[in-house]
């Protein structure tokens, strides 16, 4: 993702996260405006709430990761949406907050500019859950305005819950088969169906000429293809580091300690409960073994090629790397109180 950012400049920093744009987006906004046949007011307006909404999603990840005991510091802001730099502990619950916290937003927006039409209009007939539906009758032009913001938020809700990655319909899909086949199953099933998707939104474009479609999907089956051979090759692996503590010690976010989804968990694999799973250790510390040849092998890579020669999957292996340390280290530093 390097010359992602490097292609992109910083316009801002909240919450901790920092947000930039790629140079491509303003060639987007450019193209739309120079396309509006004169009406450039609608046009732009058009192009900042989307920027607004997307970039409002965006933070829902982030904060999602967050909620959940992962980290989020970078969002950036291209044409085929946003990218939420946020890395969330390997779970299916982590990886659900994380992942459902996007369309959450979008969901709250539809809610809530929905519920003002129907007050302003005293009618239900203002709004349609069809994303195709034109808007109902509106007296004043403030009201068409919030049409457009539900109808804009309805749009991004439907299209980005499509099963294809990296849209979030594709992980979300993914957490909803991790639970009953593995995350290896999972990816590998969810993978496929997103090529499959990719293309077929791909082939929707070539026929309407959307181009913008075109390109979403040509994305789509590269990244779901990116996943297939990381699942394939086994470099997609469920994160029990977090899990490893000390029961009844702090971790894990606070949504996670509020709920105690993972107390079977923790005692599954915690090698100081009274009567740990037999072998289960053992089998982690193999895990925890292999990690650390592939990791000095990535390294030695670098070295000798740079940062620039390293896969997707390379990289995804030094950042769970790179998570475990962290979290070993947390981990040594909650034993030392007690």
Not at 20 to 27: K, N
Not at 321 to 336: K, P, Y
Request: contains cysteine; glycine residues 10%; aromatic residues 12%.
């Amino acid at each position: 993702m390097d010359w992602l950012l490097n292609s992109a400049f910083r316009i801002g920093r909240f919450a901790g996260i920092t947000v930039s744009v790629h140079i491509t987006f303003l060639l987007w906004i450019a193209y739309r405006l120079l396309s509006a046949e004169g009406d450039y007011a609608m046009a732009a307006f058009f192009s900042g709430m989307l920027f607004a909404i997307v970039l409002v999603h965006e933070y829902g990840h982030c904060f999602g990761a967050r909620a959940v005991g992962g980290e989020a510091e970078n969002i950036l802001m291209w044409p085929l949406g946003g990218l939420a730099f946020a890395r969330a502990p390997m779970t299916p619950w982590a990886q659900f907050v994380t992942v459902a916290c996007g369309p959450l937003v979008n969901v709250i927006f539809c809610i809530a500019s929905a519920a003002v039409l129907m007050v302003a209009t005293a009618s239900v007939d203002a709004v349609s859950i069809n994303p195709f539906a034109g808007p109902g009758r509106l007296s004043a032009m403030w009201q068409v305005y919030v049409w457009y913001f539900y109808w804009l938020n309805l749009m991004l809700l439907c299209f980005n819950l499509l099963p294809i990655f990296p849209m979030d319909g594709g992980q979300l899909f993914r957490v909803a088969l991790w639970p009953f086949v593995g995350l290896q199953q999972a990816t590998l099933i969810s993978s496929q169906v997103g090529i499959v998707g990719g293309i077929g939104l791909g082939l929707w474009g070539i026929s309407s000429s959307n181009y913008i479609m075109v390109a979403i999907g040509v994305n789509g089956v590269f990244v779901s293809y990116q996943h297939l051979m990381a699942a394939k090759y086994g470099y997609i692996i469920e994160d029990r580091s977090p899990l490893v503590r000390r029961r009844g010690s702090a971790g894990g976010g606070w949504w996670a300690r509020l709920w105690r989804r993972d107390r079977a968990e923790r005692r599954r694999y915690d090698p100081l409960d009274d009567n740990p799973n037999p072998g289960a250790w053992e089998r982690k510390m193999h895990e925890e073994e292999e990690l650390e040849r592939e990791v000095d092998r990535i390294l030695a890579k670098v070295k000798e090629q740079g940062m620039r020669s390293l896969t997707y999957v390379e990289r995804q292996t030094l950042e769970r790397a790179t998570r475990r340390q962290q979290e070993r280290e947390q981990e040594l530093d909650q034993n030392a109180r007690y």
